[in-house]
């Protein structure tokens, strides 16, 4: 964002707080700014905001791509903005952090939700490394919180570490899958497949119906070979529809049994407060990270540095060490 672009922070607040969608975005673009001014202003605006947020269910949505997962938010959020909820969609795509592009970059994809005033579609902050978008991205969620959104799905790609970093920040995951044998199974890393709290075949339908309900079966029989959670929930089985719209309201059975159960156990709260202190760490390593890295020394030093650590005329370890000692000794 340009300097002269810059609000007052009580704009911000109060213009997330009335839901006002243009400031909402332009909160957002606040929080996602590298500009250390930007992101002094953006600390600000969040600690007004914090006290606002929290009162949503948080829903990671994760899945390889091809498997349905904007046709499958479009028709679930359509779906609970019928049951009377605002929902608020993000997305990490770490694989467009180059192109600056983004999973929902595409137009055309979540129309109906998009054109909805009960909902509100934002794609992930595009550039930097995976904790910074991470970051933004739970900055964003509250933020949406704050304006009122009281379902908010994040979307990921399915394939790699930015599921580990939504599964940090949401209250429920669920994995889109397709019928068809253990394959798919395997194509979806066994660690993403562990975090899941729901697996929902999606696309039962037509030709495909009989072959979900298969799967179903024989992902329930894979799922109980895991061991149990610590929370007591078994991770359920669902079929769906995304084009069809079957099953949708089942899937948000599953959520809501899910949120009632773990409240009722305590594990909810404790997943919350679990997540903030990882948020500190993820948090503390940030501003380390880009204090550094923004630091113009540093990045003179760096480059200079460049040509000797390729041609191995000196160390990568002792170079690292001899930086980061003249950073720190720099703030001391
Ligand atoms: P994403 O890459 O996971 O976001 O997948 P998309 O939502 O873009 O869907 C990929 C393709 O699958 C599109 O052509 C969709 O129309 C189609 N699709 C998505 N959900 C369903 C479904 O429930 N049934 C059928 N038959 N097709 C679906």
């Known amino acids: 964002m340009k300097k002269n672009t810059r609000l007052p922070i009580d704009t911000y607040v109060e213009g997330v707080l009335a839901s006002d969608r243009v400031i909402l975005s332009r909160t957002i673009t606040l929080v996602e700014s590298t500009l250390e001014e930007d992101q002094r202003l953006a600390e600000l605006v969040m600690e007004q905001i914090l006290p606002h947020a929290g009162r949503s269910v948080r829903v990671g949505v994760t899945g390889v791509p091809g498997v349905g997962k904007s046709t499958f938010i479009e028709s679930f959020g359509k779906k609970l903005l019928d049951k009377g ?65 009281d379902v908010i799905l994040i979307e990921t790609v399915g394939v790699g570490q930015s599921e580990i970093a939504v599964k940090s920040m949401v209250d429920f995951f669920l994995l889109l899958m397709l019928s068809g044998a253990g394959d798919e199974l395997q194509g ?3 660690g993403i497949i562990e975090m899941c709290d729901a697996m929902v075949i999606n696309k ?34 669902e079929i769906c529809s995304s084009t069809e719209l079957t099953g949708l309201d089942e899937v948000w059975k599953t959520i809501q049994d899910y949120m009632e159960k773990m409240a009722a156990n305590g594990y909810f709260a404790r997943n919350r407060s679990d997540q903030n202190e990882n948020w500190l760490y993820e948090h503390i390593g940030y501003l380390l990270k880009s204090g550094f890295y923004n630091n113009p020394e540093i990045k003179k030093k760096i ?24 950073y720190v000794d720099g703030i001391k």
């Open 204 to 237: 039962a339908d037509g030709d495909n119906l009989e072959s979900a309900k298969r799967s179903k079966s024989e992902y329930s029989n894979a799922l109980h070979l895991f061991a149990a959670r610590e929370n007591g929930w078994y991770p359920k089985v």
């Open 188 to 190: 979806i890393k066994k």
């Open 85 to 149: 909820h605002k929902v608020a969609v993000l997305a990490i795509d770490p694989s467009s952090q180059r192109s600056r592009g983004s999973i929902l970059g595409d137009k055309t994809r979540m129309e109906g939700l998009a054109s909805d005033k009960r909902a509100y579609i934002r794609p992930s902050a595009a550039g930097e490394t995976l904790g910074g978008v991470s970051a933004r991205t739970r900055e964003a969620m509250l933020l949406c919180e704050a304006a009122g959104f």
């Open 303 to 326: 480059a200079e540095s460049i040509p000797e650590i390729k041609t191995g005329s000196i160390s990568p370890i002792a170079t690292a060490r001899s930086l980061v000692q003249f």
